[in-house]
């Protein structure tokens, strides 16, 4: 199962805007990415993101709405994005476009189905959002559909942790090897895998 909508034409593989070297102190591509956290009211995920979409297109970008809540932070988000842009520059994507490939590999997974739930939802949603590349005007484009606001969705809470730990398969040994708090480092790690996995 694969989203039918294509990626933005001008955003085709190419060396001159995908070099085939992913540099990983730039967010992704070569190119800048910005994440920002929002939130909004959603009563049609289909048309909000059709309408995210079209914003995105008119200029020559994308825009992904991660869900906060089933995310690791902005780390989750660029090393998301990341290795969506490396899967469509090498020719492997599983679906259609760069946003639902992203989200695949936040979720950690291969159904579309499942990467969904890291996307927009019925209801109140906050969210971090990404625009890759960066342009000017973006944000102010958004504005009518999303408040965004200056939220530390960084924190991970008990309730998230339990999240992680039960969606990508993290065990109590895992984190009982490791120094510190790092529940972060492992989901990034589930995240990578998808790409070994494929």
Known sequence: ?????KP?????PDKKRYPSQIND????????????????????PIAFIQKIRSIAESFDTHIICFNAGMLAGKQHVRTALRHALRSFHNGSMVSNTIEMEALLFAAG???????????????ENSMFVCCYPTCDGIWQALTPLMNITEENWEI????????????FGITDEEIATCSGECITELVLERVALLEVYR
């Open 1 to 5: 199962m694969t989203d039918n909508k």
């Open 8 to 12: 933005v034409v001008s955003l085709k």
């Open 25 to 44: 102190t730039v967010p992704a591509g070569g190119y800048a990415c910005d994440v920002r956290t929002a939130t909004c009211f959603v009563d049609n």
């Open 109 to 123: 997974s291969r159904q579309c189905s499942v990467a969904a739930l890291f996307g927009v939802h019925d209801g």
């Open 156 to 167: 991970i809470d008990p309730y998230k942790r339990a999240h992680f730990m039960k969606h």
